[in-house]
């Protein structure tokens, strides 16, 4: 399928600049890539910044930015389309400017992907309750770890005889 679009879209692509060339001219066809380049851009900028606002709002709630993290890959798709020279491009690009479609393609995606017998999704989460719960109870979450006693006997000392430990040559901190 990649192949096939890696070719297909070249080819139609082409074919477009020359139907367009030859309707208005080479000049003005290249001013319309420029242009709606620029105006993609700008309509990508002010998207994503709505969409990196929503996510953040959805965190302060302890709520999930699905939604938010949905438009904002589509956003990446559309702007590197919108960026890509030629009208096909641009028009999916900006057709994925729209919320709406955005929304409606993830959906039909991801009910292609839940019909797929090969995939397979397992999902778990860790933090923030909501309503400020932790897990592990109400002290806050559990941090598993192991304690070393050593006796000052048995730690060897640096060189500078100032009674500072020397670093361990075991330790993943001075390595």
């Avoid at 302060?60 to 993290?69: F, M, Q």
């Avoid at 992907?113 to 933090?127: F, K, L």
């Avoid at 979450?141 to 100032?162: A, F, K, L, Q, W």
């Amino acid at each position: 399928m990649a192949l096939i679009l890696f070719i297909a879209v070249p080819i139609i692509e082409i074919a477009i600049f020359i139907q367009v060339g030859d309707l208005i001219g080479l000049w003005p066809t290249l001013g319309c890539i420029v242009l709606t380049a620029v105006i993609g851009a700008a309509l990508i900028r002010i998207q994503g910044f709505a969409a990196l606002n929503q996510a953040q709002k959805a965190t302060a709630r302890d709520e999930l930015p699905v939604e938010p993290v949905i438009h904002g890959v589509f956003l990446l798709i559309a702007g590197a389309l919108l960026l890509t020279p030629g009208f096909f491009t641009d028009t999916i690009g900006f057709l994925l400017l729209v919320p709406a479609l955005r929304l409606s393609f993830a959906r039909w995606i991801w009910s292609r992907i839940m019909a797929s017998d090969r995939v397979n999704i397992h999902m778990s989460t860790s933090g923030p309750r909501p309503g400020g719960a932790r897990r592990g109870g109400p002290g806050g979450p559990i941090i598993e770890g192991e304690i070393v006693e050593e006796d000052e006997d048995d730690r060897p000392r640096g060189g500078s005889g100032t009674g500072t430990p020397a670093p361990r040559g075991n330790s993943p901190w001075h390595r």
